[in-house]
């Protein structure tokens, strides 16, 4: 299996159950990854009966973090009362723990998916509003899901704002999008897809927004880079995109890694 990695680099966004269930070794992987020169990582929940089972699968690794959230297609599946009073409730008995690797430290990933249309927009609405809340509750990030739903978005951010900032996920929309995300104080996040040759404006966006507002992530086992396509995706191929953006922005890897540090430690405090 390869790996392309640099002493620092930080994997904002993996699925480490999803990598387990697709038959990946996901904690050999992992302890591989961090070997090589990988520093932190986030595992991203996208429903409640998830977080033990993640925390179980990754108990030991001291530089993941966890995240947890409802999916937009879990409005499908029980109602927004329930599926806020359960997150709620596994945010207060994880977060009682001494153990800071052990807890919940982001809300996500939530959203928006007007792509497949899971319930209703007006369902994803009030679920995503809602776990926006919860997160200004308990002062976490969130990591947003957004796909075709830019507008819709931005208006929900504009009403519900993430008092403690926040990271668009997977970023996959132009720059006049990007400049309205980054006016609301969230950051961007990228995935393997802006190294997609014909992703050129996805570059430019990556070229332009400001250094302090991004942040690299696998989306493990989905979206492979280039170098690396029709290959399962983990976090050990974070490097291929970390050198995609540092080209776009004309500067050197080292640097760029340093500043992608930076960005982590002030939104997520790990320490």
Request: aromatic share 10%; proline share 4%; charged share 25%.
């Amino acid at each position: 299996m390869e790996y392309h990695l640099q002493k620092g680099m930080i994997d904002t966004h993996f699925h480490g159950l999803i990598m387990d269930r697709k038959k990946i070794d996901c904690r050999a992987v992992l302890q591989k990854a961090f070997d090589t020169g990988l520093e932190y990582a986030i595992d991203i929940g996208t429903q409640m009966e998830d977080i033990e089972v993640r925390f179980e699968l990754l108990a030991g690794f001291n530089n993941i973090l966890f995240a947890a959230g409802n999916y937009p297609s879990e409005v499908e599946k029980d109602s927004i009362q329930n599926l806020i009073l359960e997150l709620e409730k596994n945010i207060t008995a994880k977060n009682s723990l001494s153990k800071k690797n052990r807890r919940i430290s982001a809300i996500g990933e939530i959203g928006l998916d007007w792509h497949w249309n899971y319930g209703t927009k007006r369902l994803q609405t009030e679920l995503f509003e809602a776990q926006i809340e919860l997160a200004n509750k308990y002062k976490l990030p969130v990591l947003i899901h957004n796909r075709e739903a830019d507008k819709e978005i931005i208006e929900i951010l504009k009403k519900t704002p993430p008092a403690a900032g926040g990271i668009l996920h997977c970023f996959s929309s132009d720059y006049h999008a990007a400049r309205s995300f980054l006016d609301l104080g969230l950051s961007i996040s990228f995935a393997g897809n802006v190294t997609y040759k014909k992703n050129i404006e996805l570059r430019e966006v990556a070229a332009k927004i400001p250094l302090k507002s991004i942040f690299i992530e696998t989306d493990s086992p989905y979206l492979s880079p280039q170098k690396v396509s029709g290959k399962t995706n983990h976090p050990g191929h974070i490097g291929f995109t970390y050198e995609t953006i540092a080209e776009c922005r004309k500067m050197p890897v080292d640097e760029f890694i340093i500043s992608v540090k930076d960005n982590f430690l002030k939104l997520f405090n790990p320490e």
